[in-house]
């Protein structure tokens, strides 16, 4: 363990904060502290003042307007409000949802609450490549179906899902559209209006925004939606969300949107150019790789691949001073493998082998040679340890041999 | 995860990795674990009259699975298969500082112990 370099490759986990989102932010903590709801007083409008502006950017950058942007305390908050928002709002039209089982578990738990009380929820499968398939959506979508709830891009795999298609076929029948847009506000193109998007929800910590602020797009008009709060108090935000506004949080997701979209073309290419850089290496010098994900329709900054007949936990020790998420990447906490993986019908032995890379604005392309280089020589090095790569070395597959389970 | 120095060291630097002929008459081979429970470890013991003098190891498993599989062998080493017998994985466990998650990896190392040995005694019996 003497590596002393560290070296940041998980950022879809979380991203720093951009410093000149940091500059933006400081003024709202000491001199314009106010409270936004202070109507009173100079240090409220200040306050009121800056959130609005915020409202304003965040609003334009997806197409919307100011008045259907709710501040939360991050995507998790904005996912629950939309989904048990929409449910218990629109009960008497239906009991029944939709969703994906790759979802983040920010959408299957409401889900699951919500089936705890008798709603009816159906969640689509996906492909090798963790896509749906329309056409089942539109089989599954019914006269009682309140609402749809899909992601854009997937926080593991980064696959994209057609969200354009997707909300014309839930407008075309009749069902609200929640998008959980969090991997992708910023970085992929999207607008509420042209996509048919009803709810969105996103967070700012995924674009070099500070922690603890999200928000929910709330469309206001054909349709308008309407939401019964889960959090009540002072009737804030419309009475959608009541707390005392985050006003620095909000401030700092207004900058980091706004610096994402001023270069959103350029930075996307330049990271897809470092992801696809550290995937090439990969393959190249490896073999047993498998890419989990489209490979066309994907996050331009993920890359998560299956290291055959080596644990990814092992990996990641193997790299010291690397950032590098393993297994479930939001649940690594736990020793069981992805269900996004699981879902996509990967064997839970190379599901166990899996590791994502997230590639982000602050990466190097001496970085990304050195992280090839580091883990190339790790895996190399754990397979010569492996006794399942022995085995596929002497022509036997291990996934065709009678394992006692323990 | 935050691994002990011990379970570090057996990782960077782990004894008696390879395999040993597993035909041979005086060679015991334990393989337990499986690749979708995310360890396998082969564990092999070489005997001469009845004191094990060589041991190697495979492992495909996390860093405490690794640290486990090289420390038996490490264990095993100029012991009688009695003694080999007595290995426990609370020891193993103990030794590495394994948390209570970690735990079964060293129970798999006693299995493959285990194994070992009675593949060998097998062998002895068939002849």
Known sequence: ?406 | MVYSDKVIDHYENPRNVGSLDKDADNVGTGVVGAPECGDVMKLQIQVEDGVITDARFKTFGCGSAIASSSLATEWLKGRSLDDANEIRNVDIAEELALPPVKIHCSVLAEDAIRQAIADFQNKQQND
């Not at chain 1, 959130?51 to 991050?74: D, H, Y």
Request: glycine share 8%; with cysteine.
């Open chain 1, 1 to 406: 363990m003497t590596e002393s370099r560290l070296i940041y490759l998980d950022h879809q986990a979380t991203t720093a904060v951009d410093p000149q989102v940091l500059e933006a932010m400081l003024p709202y903590f000491t001199e314009h502290f106010g409270n936004a709801a202070s109507r009173g007083h100079d240090f409220g409008w200040a306050a009121e003042q800056a959130t609005n502006q915020a409202r304003e950017t965040l609003a334009n950058g997806i197409g919307a307007k100011e008045r259907e942007i709710v501040f939360t305390s991050g995507a998790t908050e904005s996912n629950n409000i939309a989904i048990l928002g929409a449910a218990r709002m629109y009960h008497r039209k239906g009991k029944h949802l939709i969703t994906c089982h790759t979802e983040h578990k920010a959408v299957i738990d409401p889900m699951r609450n919500l089936e705890n009380q008798g709603w009816e929820v159906t969640y689509l499968g996906v492909d090798a490549q963790g896509r749906i398939d329309l056409q089942e959506l539109r089989d599954a979508i019914r006269p009682d179906t309140v609402l749809v709830s899909l992601m854009h891009g997937n926080n593991e795999i980064g696959t994209l899902h057609p969200i354009k298609e997707i909300g014309a076929i839930c407008r075309e029948n009749g069902a609200l559209f929640h998008c959980d847009a969090t991997q992708t506000l910023g970085k992929e193109e999207l607008d509420v209006n042209e996509m048919n998007i009803d709810l969105l929800s996103a967070s700012a910590h995924k674009i070099y925004g500070p922690k603890g602020v999200g928000m929910l797009y709330v469309r206001r008009r054909n349709p308008r939606v309407r939401l019964e709060p889960i959090i009540f108090g002072g009737g804030h935000e419309r009475g959608l969300r009541s707390g005392t506004l985050n006003v620095p949080g909000v401030v700092g997701f207004a900058k980091a949107l706004e610096l994402s979209l001023q270069n959103r073309e350029a930075e996307q290419q330049r990271v897809r150019a470092l992801r696809d850089r550290l995937q090439q290496r990969l393959m190249d010098e490896l073999d047993y790789l498998t890419l989990n994900g489209d490979p066309e329709q994907r996050l331009a900054c993920n890359l998560n691949i299956s290291f055959a007949y080596i644990e990814g936990e092992s990996l990641v020790l193997g790299i010291p001073g690397i950032a590098v998420s393993s297994g479930s990447a939001c649940t690594s906490a736990s020793l069981e493998p992805s269900y996004v993986l699981r879902a996509m019908g990967v064997g839970d032995d190379l599901a166990h082998s899996s590791i994502r890379f997230g590639v982000g604005r602050f990466t190097t392309e001496e970085q990304i040679d050195y992280v090839a280089e580091k883990v190339v020589a790790a895996v190399r090095r754990l397979r010569d340890m492996s006794p399942l790569y022995e085995m596929a070395l002497e022509g036997i597959d291990p996934s065709t041999v009678q394992w006692a389970s323990h």
